[in-house]
C-alpha cells in the first residue's frame, strides 16, 4: 500500500514520538512492503515555522528531509493538477497545506494518515485517523 503522512505525523514519526500513533498505525509505518511519502507541502509549511522561530518548532527542514530520504520515504512534489483541484474541495478547513496534501492522496491514489480533526471531517475512504 501507498500512504502518505501529514506533516504532524512525520514528525511524531521522526521524533519517535509514537505515543500519538495508534497500534495500527504503528504497524503500517514499519511495514517494509508499504510505500511512504513525505509531499513537498509539508516541507513547505516546516520550513515557514522554522524561519519565524516558532517556540514549539525546533526542527530543521533540510536535515528532516535528509532522514526521510534516508529511511526510503519518497518525495511527493506539488503538481499543477493538485494545485486546481484545492478548489473543487468543501470549505471545511482553510489550511492550505492539509487541502493540498488531501488532493494529492486523492489524485495520486494514496492513502493520507493524518491526526488533524478537521482533515478528517471530509470523511473520505482515502484518509486515516492515525489516533484510531
Same mark, same amino acid.
Not at 17 to 46: D, G, H, R, V
Not at 99 to 112: H, N, P, S, Y
Given at each position: 500500500?501507498?500512504?502518505l503522512?501529514?506533516?504532524? &505525523?512525520?514528525i511524531?514519526?521522526?521524533?519517535?514520538?509514537?505515543?500519538?500513533?495508534?497500534?495500527?498505525?504503528?504497524?503500517i509505518?514499519?511495514?517494509?512492503?508499504?510505500?511512504?511519502?513525505?509531499?513537498?507541502?509539508?516541507?513547505?509549511?516546516?520550513?515557514?515555522?522554522?524561519?519565524?522561530?516558532k517556540?514549539?518548532?525546533q526542527?530543521?527542514?533540510?536535515?528532516? &528531509?535528509?532522514?526521510?530520504?534516508?529511511?526510503?520515504?519518497?518525495?511527493?512534489?506539488?503538481?499543477?493538477?493538485?494545485?486546481?483541484?484545492?478548489?473543487?474541495?468543501?470549505?471545511?478547513?482553510?489550511?492550505?497545506?492539509?487541502?493540498?496534501?488531501? &488532493?494529492?492522496?486523492?489524485?495520486?491514489? &494514496?492513502?493520507?494518515?493524518?491526526?488533524?480533526?478537521?482533515?478528517?471531517?471530509?470523511?473520505?475512504?482515502?484518509?486515516?485517523?492515525?489516533?484510531?
Amino acid at each position: 500500500m501507498k500512504y502518505l503522512l501529514d506533516t504532524h &505525523v512525520l514528525i511524531w514519526f521522526l521524533t519517535q514520538n509514537c505515543k500519538q500513533l495508534s497500534a495500527q498505525t504503528l504497524k503500517i509505518l514499519n511495514e517494509p512492503s508499504n510505500i511512504l511519502y513525505f509531499s513537498t507541502a509539508s516541507i513547505w509549511e516546516m520550513t515557514i515555522k522554522a524561519s519565524l522561530d516558532k517556540p514549539n518548532f525546533q526542527y530543521d527542514p533540510k536535515m528532516i &528531509v535528509d532522514e526521510l530520504l534516508n529511511l526510503g520515504f519518497i518525495e511527493m512534489n506539488i503538481l499543477l493538477p493538485h494545485v486546481l483541484d484545492v478548489g473543487n474541495l468543501p470549505q471545511i478547513h482553510r489550511d492550505p497545506f492539509d487541502r493540498l496534501l488531501l &488532493v494529492q492522496a486523492k489524485i495520486e491514489g &494514496v492513502k493520507l494518515l493524518t491526526a488533524d480533526n478537521h482533515i478528517v471531517q471530509y470523511q473520505q475512504s482515502y484518509v486515516i485517523d492515525v489516533r484510531c
